[in-house]
Nanobody, 126 residues
Framework: QVQVVESGGGLVQAGGSLRLSCTVS????????MGWFRQAPGKERDGVSC????????YYANSVKGRFTISRDNAKMILYLEMNSLKPEDTAMYYC???????????????????RGQGTQVTVSS
């Protein structure tokens, strides 16, 4: 059984930073592409970023380019999302996704999600 667990969300002022983490069990972490997406209440799911299994390629949604950084530690089996210069519009539930097709399309519109966690809430106050 695949389990995905996100952590690191919280309340932060605009301009602040947060680092999200994601751990996965039940599959070979180092063999799968990983990604982050978010969803605000009443809104559609939006892509944030994804990274291929070897970390050779990664993609970002235009809305977070230059502010967010995705990374992974395959030895520790952890996925990260470093979020800087946070804006109120970044407020959403953030989800980690495992085993995804990591492409620019997915980073924009994540319509293929096999495994995801329960999410971690990020709230940015103005």
């Amino acid at each position: 059984q695949v389990q995905v667990v996100e952590s690191g969300g919280g309340l932060v002022q605009a301009g602040g930073s947060l680092r999200l983490s994601c751990t996965v069990s039940g599959l070979r972490f180092g063999d799968v592409n990983m990604g982050w997406f978010r969803q605000a209440p009443g809104k559609e799911r939006d892509g944030v970023s994804c990274i291929t299994w070897s970390a050779a390629n990664y993609y970002y949604a235009n809305s977070v380019k230059g502010r967010f950084t995705i990374s992974r530690d395959n030895a520790k089996m952890i996925l990260y999302l470093e979020m800087n210069s946070l804006k109120p519009e970044d407020t959403a539930m953030y989800y980690c996704a495992a085993g995804i097709p990591c492409t620019t399309a997915w980073a924009t519109k994540p319509d293929h999600v096999n495994y995801r966690g329960q999410g971690t809430q990020v709230t940015v106050s103005s």
